[in-house]
């Protein structure tokens, strides 16, 4: 059974960080590629980052670079989102999905291995 486990959302102050780890376990679980989306009331899911094995390939969305930092512990299978100078924003339920090679054809659009979900609220 592929799980996929995300913590570390939470409260933080406009300019504030916060560190989202994601550990998916199972036998058949999919991990070449590990990223994360967020979803916030009323606006469509956004993609924000994913590396792929080997941190061969990496990608963050345009409203997050510079900000946010995708890393992975491959012998683990977690994947970990570190975000620095939060704004209001990136207020948001942000999901941990990772996925095989051939997720990377259509990022976003074809669907991967889904975690429940993290809220993150920036506010003062």
């Known amino acids: 059974q592929v799980q996929l486990v995300e913590s570390g959302g939470g409260l933080a102050q406009p300019g504030g960080s916060l560190r989202l780890s994601c550990a998916a376990s199972g036998s058949t679980v999919p991990t070449y590629v590990m990223g994360w989306f967020r979803q916030a009331p009323g606006k469509e899911r956004e993609g924000v980052a994913y590396?792929?094995?080997?941190?061969?390939?990496?990608y963050y969305g345009e409203s997050v670079k510079g900000r946010f930092t995708i890393s992975r512990d491959s012998a683990s299978n977690v994947v970990y989102l570190q975000m620095i100078a939060l704004k209001p924003e990136d207020k948001a339920v942000y999901y941990c999905?990772?996925?095989?090679?051939?997720?990377?054809?259509?990022?976003?659009?074809?669907?991967?291995?889904w975690g429940q979900g993290t809220q993150v609220t920036v506010s003062s």
């Open positions: 999905e990772t996925a095989p090679s051939w997720w990377l054809r259509n990022p976003w659009t074809n669907v991967g291995t």
């Open positions: 590396i792929s094995k080997g941190d061969e390939y990496t």
